[in-house]
């Protein structure tokens, strides 16, 4: 691999320098070659033979310079001070096959100077939806971490009861957070600017090229996080914890805590059980991106001679809505195989209303237009287009049937195979659905680990139907069965 471990030498009030604290007994969960082949970690025979103990923590690579970092951040709203990473180090970084940065970051490796009152550990249900999450992120071409494997060990962990330990190698352009910031901010404020200029140089170098190089940077970071953002509700991914020690710079979904994917279409939908009020549910997401970069941008303003004041945030920060409704408004009107233009924009937002006010499944309610516009080529379509139209009553029905019409008036005036394109390309047929990922969960904590497979390789392809899929990886919970909040612990 081709190492390029530039974080390990910046100011080490940054980290800590340390290595992994053993599993007890690793053995084989998972292995991602497609990523590995990514990293170049294929083309080395010793890392590859040695790969359970490198994410057992038994064996450090001689080019490893494993670290924790050190950060702090907001938690629902209200300043956390130092944070930082209590249970994972970023072990290495490296230049990919397509000349992108990646880190290599193990998580539930051991105690660090950062844990707080946590173990420093990972248990093995909360690896296994990391790992899937990631996977069915990238593969949804949604800008994520992903992960190189994971291990299970023998090692005992205690959350709400006693679990086996796991360790998962995570990938991602960056482990920055904007949490980072505001811990140099507290703790370290003589950092600014060689920490910035560290972040122009490393991800955004194109913004050299700029008058003024940190204002470019931000405005980018913003634009990102809005895409990102848009991206994720047009899934119908739910975080769960947008805390901003929780969001990169970058732009890509970092940290699977109480993440979930839609099911029955409720904007409302709370997936994370400790979250009280709802600040994090699914319909407030955009909103508290831009509250988290709102909170993150100010701290710039020591940076004046980078031409950073109170108005030229402003003017950062000011494209982010309208980046999150054009990137949002254009992909919503492709999921239905439209232009975008304001009559296709009142489908959509008409089509949502029926999914929400009968609380049809958001996947499969996209996925089965393809069966309402060719239903002789799409039988699955049609088998799930069918079941909906079966739930829905009397009132509804006439409503959808009227939606119907319009919607097959306006795709009319278009090419058929532009439009079914458009729809294939942009509503999966799987999504990682909860009951999914607790089915590999419930196996693999019988050392079963086939399950995980199955539903690695069939969230490698989600936009086609496949012979390894069961009913079960397409089933809607019933109307009166919410979906489970998910728990933080893990």
Known sequence: MRYQNTYAHLDPRLYHKQPPTPLKNPRVGHFNRQVAEQLGWTDDADLMARWVDILGGHYVPEDFEPLAMAYAGHQFGQWAGQLGDGRGLLMAQVLDNHDTLQDLHLKGIGLTPYSRMGDGRAVLRSTIREYLCGHALNQLDIPSSNALGFVVSDTPVRRERMEPGAALMRVADSHIRLGHIEWIASFAPDLLAEFTNYMIDTYY????????PVLAFLQKVVERTARMIADWQLIGFAHGVMNTDNLSITG????????????????AWINNHSDHTGRYAYQNQPAI???????????FMR?????????????CLAPYEATFMQHYQQGLCRKLGLPHQPDSLKLAFEFLSLLEDNLLDYTNSFRALLGLIDSESYAYEKQLLTAIVNELPPEALSAFQDWRKRYLAQIETLPKEEVLDSLKNNNPVYVLRNSMAQRAITAAEQGQFEEVERLYQLLANPYNVQD????LDSSVPAADAPQTPISCSS
């Open 205 to 212: 170098p194109e913004c050299r090229d700029s008058d003024k």
């Open 303 to 315: 940076l004046t001679e980078a031409g950073v004041t109170k108005e030229a945030l402003a003017d």
């Open 252 to 267: 890509s979904t970092l940290d699977f805590g109480p993440f979930g994917f839609m099911e029955r279409f409720n904007p």
């Open 468 to 471: 390894i899929a069961t009913d």
């Open 289 to 299: 991106g831009y509250w988290n970069l709102n909170v993150w941008l100010p701290h």
